[in-house]
């Protein structure tokens, strides 16, 4: 169910009981001895056993923990699901023996084209980073599945479940960095991944508990925390972020602004139809060269030149030297992440700030004539 606002730009309803479940479900204080109204930090390896093989929920770390717990059944819930990258396909994957195929999933047509007989897994990432292309994931879930048992997975990490769920569109799998927006605070590592099939958690729960690959109980107690205010942080980064692309796409010295919040992009419209609202997630390019997009950047007095995204903090980055210099310049070159493309992760600041920062960076790449640097 979903829930009308009058501030949603045009887009889908927001989903009903966000809030309610991000703060609630999985945090019951009946479950600890304590009743802790806040689910506590369990350090602990290893749990007691009633009898041989008679465990009380837990047994060994690797297998679940209780902070780990809380934070599985909450992601879980706003996902709507049931049970809750470049560098590594070029040059990890495929030395596992994996064959990987780069697609413009965006069109529908080469993604049914790029199939084959020995196609197992399709994953796609909508909006694209750095450029924001929008892909239909209803349109993809619609091809891949038509091609037999293909697992359908949908990085997530550029919406979060607040303003988009891959998994009632027709995904197989939900994935997301929490470390951007899912926490919010710029201070954990973890990714996390959402299915509603049942064979398909029991297998990645399998491989989780083989591989030991599971985040420490401090990581999923920040995270459990940083999600009680994702819906507030999100309404404010769209807000935000639409008034930072709105004041880019104004100013005589961006040549372009890529936003899906704006009548402006190429899939505005998709956007519409398949999201609740847009992050603080804005791309522009900057008028000149490598030399007035680096001017920019040191100028910035409140955007923090660095890499990473969703915090609270707003940040900037050059794509092609920071976060894409491992993709070769020729795919560069294809995806538009030119030497004058900055994006941007635009945070919780107050919007007048935000914007007279820009302002002045913008000023000081491209000087009135006559002016000294």
Same mark, same amino acid.
């Given at each position: 169910m979903q829930e009308k606002?009058?501030?949603s730009h045009g887009f889908l309803p927001r989903f009903q009981h966000f809030a309610t479940q991000a703060i609630h479900v999985g945090q019951e204080p009946e479950q600890w001895t304590s009743r802790a109204v806040v689910p506590p930090i369990s350090l602990s390896t290893t749990f007691k056993q009633e009898a041989p093989g008679q465990h009380s929920g837990f047994e060994y770390s690797r297998s679940g923990n209780p902070t780990r717990n809380c934070l599985e059944r909450a992601v879980a819930a706003l996902d709507g699901a049931k049970y809750s990258s470049n560098r590594y396909f070029r040059q990890v994957a495929s030395e596992f023996g994996l064959k990987i195929s780069f697609v413009d999933c965006s069109k529908i047509k080469l993604l049914e084209a790029a199939i084959t007989p020995e196609t197992k897994l399709v994953w796609i990432e909508?909006?694209?980073n750095p450029v924001l292309k929008m892909t239909d994931i209803e349109a993809c879930a619609h091809i891949v599945h038509k091609h037999g048992d293909i697992i359908l997975v949908v990085d997530n990490t550029f919406m979060s479940p607040y303003f988009?769920?891959?998994?009632?569109?027709?995904a197989d799998i939900c994935m997301c960095s929490a470390t951007k927006y899912m926490n919010g605070h710029s201070d954990v590592v973890m990714g996390l991944v959402s299915v509603n099939s049942e064979r398909?958690?029991?297998r990645l729960r399998f491989l989780q508990n083989s591989l030991g690959a599971v985040p420490s109980p401090i990581d999923c107690y920040l995270c459990n925390r940083g999600l009680k205010t994702l819906h507030l942080r999100m309404e404010k980064h769209f807000k935000n972020g639409m008034?930072?692309?709105q004041f880019l796409e104004s100013n005589p010295l961006v040549e372009k602004v890529i936003y899906p919040g704006l009548p402006s992009h190429p899939q505005h419209e998709l956007a519409k139809r398949q999201c609740t609202g847009c992050t603080g997630m804005v791309t522009f390019y900057i008028k000149g060269t490598l030399q007035h997009a680096e001017i920019f950047l040191k100028n910035l007095k409140l955007? +923090? &030149?660095a890499e990473s995204l969703g915090g609270y903090e707003s940040l900037a980055?050059?794509?092609?030297?920071?976060t894409h210099s491992s993709v070769p310049k020729k795919d560069r070159d294809v995806?538009?992440?030119?030497? +004058? &493309?900055?994006r941007l992760s635009v945070g919780l600041e107050d919007e007048k700030d935000l914007l007279d920062d820009l302002d002045q960076a913008l000023k000081a790449a491209h000087p009135p004539s006559g002016s000294h640097t």
């Open positions: 606002d009058a501030s909508t909006p694209t988009q769920r891959p998994l009632a569109l027709g398909l958690h029991d008034a930072v692309a955007f +923090t &030149l980055e050059l794509p092609a030297i920071m995806l538009g992440i030119s030497d +004058t &493309l900055i």
